[in-house]
């Protein structure tokens, strides 16, 4: 039986995903939510044919629904979750989770009381190539550093909207672009001890445009780097050099490279992706998009957790508020 999906906020991110469940499962989009009228029009030309509802409510009162993916502004995710979640939907969530901490632990209580299927959407779990870098950094053996880099051409002046006020959105750089390399190093590197940060905002008021965050580990010392103010970044760009006892490796979006015992080996992308999928955006990594939906949909159908769920993702939002403490104090905060 065809499941019934909502997606909440048909912005760039929500139109994608309303493009994946049209391939993943035809016919299973039930509706979508998008509160500016005005955009109404502009999402019927794409050709949707789903109905178009202002609140979650109102989607609500008209269906019963399996799933939905929530893409509205980080500062509504409290108020759209809860209402899906109270009504037994299955809820994948674009990251960030929440604008802070207290949110966040707020979601991840209600889903475990509802014993509800969620995910939050860090794609960057379903990359091949950055997949098979966490398959390959223990054939370094024992670690020594790391460090990580994220950077985006999006901001040289001041901007204006809601992803530049920190009550809303959370902060800058760090709660924004870099989660998805949060997530990543908690996965490859386990949870840090310690953490320390220097933001700096050259262009925005109130959130911050750059960071360089130090992260102390059992055993190995990591560092990232941060901005999204890089020129000639149009699209944004994620990078991880690791060094370890037996030799090196390094990974962005296109290739992998491993030194071991004097030899190096390249991976490329097509070396580990071989499956035909759908690839709406391929400068922008839209397959991992993809994954991401067609493993949230089989847990749906399945009734099963997936590994994103919003508890075992809450140690991203634990790692960005230790981030946000050090970067306020410009002391060492240890991991809490």
């Not at 016919?27 to 789903?50: F, K, P, Q, W």
């Amino acid at each position: 039986m065809t499941l019934k999906v909502a997606v909440v906020g048909m912005g760039k991110m929500g139109l994608t995903h309303a493009a994946m469940l049209s391939v993943l499962e035809p016919g299973c989009l039930a509706g979508v939510v998008e509160s500016d009228r005005g955009a109404h029009g502009t999402i019927r030309s794409t050709g949707l044919a789903a109905p178009i509802y202002e609140t979650v409510e109102a989607l609500l009162a008209a269906h019963t629904l399996d799933a939905a993916i929530v893409c509205t502004p980080t500062f509504t995710h409290l108020s759209v979750v809860t209402a899906l979640l109270e009504k037994g939907v299955a809820v994948l969530v674009e990251k960030p989770l929440a604008q802070d901490l207290n949110t966040c632990r707020a979601l991840a209580k209600l889903a475990d009381e509802k014993k509800s299927v969620t995910a939050v959407g860090y794609s960057l779990g379903y990359d091949p190539i950055f997949n098979e870098a966490l398959r390959l950094i223990p054939s370094l053996g024992k670690l020594k550093t790391y460090t990580a880099w994220v950077e985006h051409a999006e901001v040289f002046g001041p901007k204006k909207g809601w992803l530049f006020q920190k009550a809303k959105s959370g902060g800058g750089v760090i709660i924004n672009p870099a989660p998805h390399m949060l997530f990543f190093l908690l996965e490859a590197f386990g949870l840090p001890k310690t953490v320390k940060a220097e933001l700096k905002s050259p262009y925005s008021e109130g959130v911050e445009d750059e960071a360089v965050v130090s992260l102390s580990h059992a055993g190995v010392d990591g560092a990232m780097k941060a901005s999204w103010s890089v020129p000639n970044k149009p699209v944004l760009e994620l990078a991880l050099y690791v060094e370890g006892e037996n030799g090196s490796l390094a990974v962005n979006g296109d290739e992998l490279l491993i030194e071991t015992n004097g030899e190096t080996r390249a991976i490329r992308r097509a070396d580990v992706s071989t499956e035909k999928i759908f690839e709406l955006s391929p400068e922008a990594r839209a397959a991992n998009y993809f994954r991401e939906d067609r493993e949230f949909l089989s847990h749906v159908r399945a009734k099963t957790l997936p590994r994103q769920t919003i508890q075992n993702t809450i140690k991203v939002d634990q790692l960005i508020d230790a981030i946000y403490r050090a970067g306020a104090s410009g002391e060492v905060v240890a991991w809490s």
